[in-house]
T-cell receptor, first 109, second 113 residues
Framework: QQPVQSPQAVILREGEDAVINCSSS?????VHWYRQKHGEAPVFLMI?????EQKGHDKISASFNEKKQQSSLYLTASQLSYSGTYFC??????????FGTGTRLLVSP | NAGVTQTPKFQVLKTGQSMTLQCAQD?????MYWYRQDPGMGLRLIYY???????DKGEVPNGYNVSRLNKREFSLRLESATPSQTSVYFC????????????FGPGTRLTVT
C-alpha cells in the first residue's frame, strides 16, 4: 500500500525546475506532501483532495490525477532552501496516511 | 506556541530495557500520532489516537504501547527494547484524523544496543 515516489533523488542548480511523482496502486482519497530537511522534522506543504480541492503552499504547486492514482509536485525556479527530502502521503478510503520512501532533492548554487 | 514537543531528544538503551517517549501539543488538536523513521523506509505509523480516550494500531505496532493521557499528551512505551527498534521517533498532531495537515515534533533519536 505504500505509494511509490520517483525519482529517488534529483540534483538541480538554483533556478531550475523539478517534478516529483507519487503513485499508488489503490484509489486515493487524498494526497499529502511534506518536506524534511536533514536532522529536522517533516513540514507540511500541501494536501490535494479528491474532487480537486487543494490546500497549502503558495510557491509550490501540485496536481492530483484521481483516475491514474497519481500526484505530482512541481518545484519551479528552485531555491537553495528547497533542498531536502520530499514525502508524499496517501489516504486510501478512510485509512490512515501512508508515506512513500521519499525523494531527495539537492539544489546547488 | 511551542507546537509539538517531544522528550527526550536522544536516548541509548540496552536490549531488554524499557522507556517511555513523551509527546505534548498545545494547539488543541484532536488527533495525535507516533511514527518511526528508518533510513530508506520513510515514515511508518506505529499508533495513533483519533481523539482523547481512543488509540488504534498503525502499520508497525508490535513491541510498543501508547497512552493518550489527555487531549495534550500522547506517550509511546517500549516495554522491552530490541536493536530493531533503533530509529528516529516522531510524534505528530492534527486538528482532525483525515484530510488534515499534521504538525510534527522535533523527534527522538533512539539507539538500542
Amino acid at each position: 500500500q505504500q505509494p511509490v515516489q520517483s525519482p529517488q533523488a534529483v540534483i538541480l542548480r538554483e533556478g531550475e525546475d523539478a517534478v516529483i511523482n507519487c503513485s499508488s496502486s489503490k484509489a486515493l482519497y487524498s494526497v499529502h506532501w511534506y518536506r524534511q530537511k536533514h536532522g529536522e522534522a517533516p513540514v507540511f506543504l500541501m494536501i490535494l483532495l479528491k474532487g480537486g480541492e487543494q490546500k497549502g503552499h503558495d510557491k509550490i504547486s501540485a496536481s492530483f490525477n484521481e483516475k491514474k492514482q497519481q500526484s505530482s509536485l512541481y518545484l519551479t525556479a528552485s531555491q537553495l532552501s528547497y533542498s531536502g527530502t520530499y514525502f508524499c502521503g496517501t489516504e486510501v478510503g478512510f485509512q490512515k496516511l501512508v508515506f512513500g520512501t521519499g525523494t531527495r532533492l539537492l539544489v546547488s548554487p | 506556541n511551542a507546537g509539538v514537543t517531544q522528550t527526550p531528544k536522544f536516548q541509548v538503551l540496552k536490549t531488554g530495557q524499557s522507556m517511555t517517549l513523551q509527546c505534548a501539543q498545545d494547539m488543541n488538536h484532536n488527533s495525535m500520532y507516533w511514527y518511526r523513521q528508518d533510513p530508506g523506509m520513510g515514515l511508518r505509523l506505529i499508533y495513533y489516537s483519533a481523539s482523547e480516550g481512543t488509540t488504534d494500531k498503525g502499520e508497525v505496532p508490535n513491541g510498543y504501547n501508547v497512552s493518550r493521557l489527555n487531549k495534550r499528551e500522547f506517550s509511546l512505551r517500549l516495554e522491552s527494547a530490541t536493536p530493531s527498534q533503533t530509529s528516529v521517533y516522531f510524534c505528530a498532531s492534527s486538528e482532525s484524523l483525515e484530510q488534515d495537515e499534521q504538525y510534527f515534533g522535533p523527534g527522538t533519536r533512539l539507539t538500542v544496543t
